[in-house]
């Protein structure tokens, strides 16, 4: 179970690390969910977690980690204009370190603001991914910054993983979890945490159509060699094609080989059920994860899987302009 | 604090009839929140709640009492097209008995369609305050059903109270609670049940504009006399002008006499900052407790009352058309 960098106890490690800066967030039920798919369904609200996403978990593990070894870091850096750039500006605050967040000029001003109101420094760069990268670069270059990646990256993965030590000792009994996967680094940080917990356990992804993951699993290649690129899809959470170096064997490894592949208006009408009877905020990445979980792939699959986890991954979503 | 008909006791009696059928809510908090207060705030999500708000915890006590007490009961019935009505609807499917619901004709789809969802037989009548009583009576006599009203009932109010119970166990240290108030059996059974538990905590209510809730508080007199009529508000579950028979004397001996009245615009702001920052689907009335706790008035009281909660009272808004 353990991988090279970051294995189980790693995850234990970052959870006491972290556990006193985030909440651990509430699982919610939801009986017309149940009755739609004769299971009972556990919903993980990461949403509710601080700065709005799980992505609090890896980026202050990452930076918390680099300040108890290092005595000298003068502050981070990333390139991210979403959750995890949120994510890094907070956990950076948090350990009372500068931080770097590289974003496109032509960003939305509400993410922006979102960053600065967390305290990091913007530093705006062109539009394509190349000129982030680039940026980035310098920044960490000149200024002996830290680069912590949004997903690629032990520190990270173990970080994403204290989810599952929290949610197995809510719900014990879980057959199996629903993970949205983007870069890959939250279904790593789930898969080898939870695998460890209770080995039997099945993880599941979750992606937009198009991402072609479950023949990345199947052959154990990294899907869309090439350039990254972006799906078409409202869930800017999950748009990324490509899982990361690190992620991708790990979950050829120890994730099932069916995906959960969701049309557009199915991550529409999940959020939209979250909304409506579950009462939470999520996000479309997070809305993905429901409509898998009420979809009649998931009512095919074996009854014996009867506790299904549904990682609701956020709830950044601009409540002025919700897609319906 | 034993009221007659109501007190602790009977709370706790209603605890253990209802607590298998009904969410321990979450409670939630807020570092944003937290901090434009300077006080620690507790948000207890009854938004949450089956059927989206607090008002099955009463409904469900008063109709498994009643069954317990008497084997022959025929049904149930109520006036109501809002969250009572849903609440007696699924109170009654839970006991496996009928019930009845008379709601204007007039009333929006959506809301005759949840009531009926959960199995209730709605029975229109005409769009009078009167024309409900004299319909409800009507069928009460008919066809021999426990009437349930909202609020002005002994057990509904112990019902409520059970929020108390579970909420001084999830925050013991709690110091205030902030409640929105509409007929009074929400903040008449958490103020009976929290001041028994912990006699010093103060208990604050929250209305729209227009309530002359604080004259009724200082003088023990029902505000407006005379036919029931409805304020002119966003936040429809607080806005009924009167509190009831029962519960107006509660509130006069526990609650504190400076009331939050709320601008409408105060309430709306109160809605959008729990979807945005608490990722939380509340309704106005809900709103309205929130921009209580956020407002200048809690900011000036004494500062040794720190932990302040807070009641999302209920989830149940038109998420098509939401107030901004």
């Known amino acids: ?11 234990l490690k970052a959870l006491q690390r972290i556990s006193n800066f985030i909440h651990k967030t509430p699982v919610i039920t939801s009986s017309e969910a149940n009755l739609r798919t004769g299971r009972k369904l556990f919903f993980k609200c990461e949403n509710q977690q601080k700065t709005g996403s799980f992505k609090t978990r890896g980026a202050l593990n990452a930076v918390l ?14 390139h991210s204009s979403g959750n995890h750039g949120q994510a890094l500006a907070w956990a950076s605050r948090v350990a009372g370190l500068p931080c770097y967040v590289v974003v496109p000029s032509m960003a939305p001003e509400v993410k922006k603001s979102a960053i600065r109101g967390y305290g990091a420094q913007l530093v705006e760069c062109g539009h394509l991914p190349q000129d982030r990268y680039d940026t980035c670069e310098q920044l960490q270059r000149e200024k002996k910054l830290e680069f912590i990646p949004p997903y690629d990256h032990f520190d990270v993965i173990a970080g994403q993983g204290t989810i599952s030590v929290e949610f197995l000792e809510q719900v014990p ?6 993970i949205p996967i983007s870069g890959g680094g939250l ?3 789930i898969a080898i945490a939870a695998k460890a917990i209770k080995p039997n356990i099945k993880i599941f992804l979750v992606t937009p159509k198009g991402k072609k993951m479950e023949e990345c699993l199947r052959t154990g290649k990294r899907p869309w060699d090439g350039p990254p690129q972006y799906l078409n899809t409202i869930a800017d959470g999950i748009r990324l094609q490509q899982t ?10 120890l994730a099932e080989k069916e995906v959960f592949e969701m049309e557009e208006q199915e991550i529409i009408d999940g959020m939209k059920f979250a909304f409506e009877r579950m009462k939470v905020v999520i996000e479309a990445a997070a809305g993905a994860s429901v409509a898998a979980a009420l979809s009649d792939k998931l009512r095919a699959m074996d009854p014996l899987m009867v506790n299904i986890g549904v990682i609701l991954c956020g709830g950044n979503v601009d409540i002025e302009h919700l897609p319906w």
Chains 1, 2 share one sequence.
């Open 187 to 189: 279904s790593s940080g």
């Open 173 to 178: 009994d879980l057959d199996a979890i629903l």
């Open 65 to 78: 980690k680099v300040k108890e070894t290092s005595s000298s870091c003068p502050g981070f850096v990333t």
């Open 244 to 253: 990361g170096y690190i992620t991708t064997p790990i979950l050829t490894e």
């Open 1 to 11: 179970m353990a991988k090279d960098g970051v294995g189980f106890n790693e995850v």
